[in-house]
């Protein structure tokens, strides 16, 4: 079934301004604790630093992301189920291209996709695999997908620097760094 044009710009309308009250929210706070501990200039540094996180964003390989989990790439003999269900997914969703599947040899259980429309990947964990079934997989495959093609990983991504730095200035001033 389609969906409305009206309700889709609604929609549209409604995530890009939650997407702004998460940046503007997030980056107060960033603003407020940069500026209490370490006053004006740490003010600036943590706009320079936002902004080179900002700027970086889209420039960021999926392979670096995984790489930070000791991801690799699962060939499709590996895992000839879960290629063309991501061949599937992806057909269905329109994406430009199918994302890379990547193994992360870890028990959690978890998945995540990273990069753009035009080069993605979705990482699965060893834990995930072993304990779901292959339609539960699927499903977490198109819920990743789903990630990919809204453009959610651009959101996810921001929010990710910003945490970062609010991370940062939350550290130091945990090892007492005299407020100003």
Do not use: C
Request: hydrophobic share 50%; net charge positive; aromatic share 4%.
């Amino acid at each position: 079934t389609k969906i409305d044009a009206a309700v889709q710009s609604r929609h549209n309308f409604r995530n890009t301004l939650h997407t702004v009250l998460l940046i503007a929210g997030t980056g107060l706070i960033m603003g407020v604790l940069a500026y209490t501990m370490l006053g004006w200039a740490g003010l600036l540094g943590a706009a320079v630093f936002g902004a080179i996180g900002i700027v970086s964003l889209g420039r960021v390989s999926p392979k670096m992301v995984l790489g930070l989990y000791k991801a690799r790439p699962l060939s499709e003999h590996e895992a000839p189920q879960l290629h063309e269900i991501m061949r599937e997914l992806s057909q269905r969703a329109n994406l430009p291209s199918v994302p890379t599947l990547h193994y992360v040899p870890t028990k959690m259980m978890n998945a995540f996709a990273v990069g753009r429309e035009e080069d993605s990947a979705v990482a699965v964990t060893d834990g995930l695999l072993r304990a779901m079934n292959m339609r539960q997989i699927a499903g977490i495959l198109a819920h990743e997908v789903s990630h990919i093609k809204s453009g959610d990983l651009k959101v996810m991504g921001l929010a990710d620097v910003l945490n970062r730095i609010t991370s940062i200035l939350s550290n130091i001033g945990l090892i007492g760094v005299p407020l100003v």
